[in-house]
């Protein structure tokens, strides 16, 4: 699976910001692949953002963007998406798209990444 993030921005706090991830090489869907953001700023480890199953039954967001991000897929599009609203300097990161197995915030059971797009949030 390959995939490629895109959306990424400047923008100022409070403002919103969407994110896509196009996946190409296998149907998401079709194998049942749990599509999740990531994000990581310089010389921090990388943190999980949000993810979402194969069906978009279940999801799963980190505390402090939970109200504020929607993460969204379209199995027939191959895609996932990140919706941002009231964005928070805090959030400046360089965001990745990840395709893993099963819905988890472990880093390891992600074995695809996208090449990941900038976001940076002014205040």
């Known amino acids: 699976v390959q995939l490629q993030a895109s959306g990424g921005g400047l923008v100022q706090a409070g403002n919103s910001l969407s994110l896509s991830c196009a996946a190409s090489?296998?149907?998401?869907?079709?194998?049942?692949?749990?599509m999740a953001w990531w994000r990581q700023v310089p010389g921090k480890d990388r943190e999980f953002v949000a993810a979402i199953s194969y069906d978009g039954g279940d999801s799963d967001y980190l505390d402090s963007v939970k109200g504020r991000f929607t993460i969204s897929r379209d199995n027939a599009k191959n895609t996932a998406s990140l919706q941002m609203r009231n964005l928070k300097p805090e959030d400046t990161a360089v965001y990745y798209c990840?395709?893993?197995?099963?819905?988890?915030?472990?880093?390891?059971?992600?074995?695809?990444w996208g090449q990941g797009t900038l976001v940076t949030v002014s205040s």
């Open positions: 090489g296998r149907t998401v869907g079709t194998y049942a692949y749990v």
């Open positions: 990840a395709v893993g197995g099963i819905l988890t915030r472990y880093f390891s059971e992600y074995h695809y």
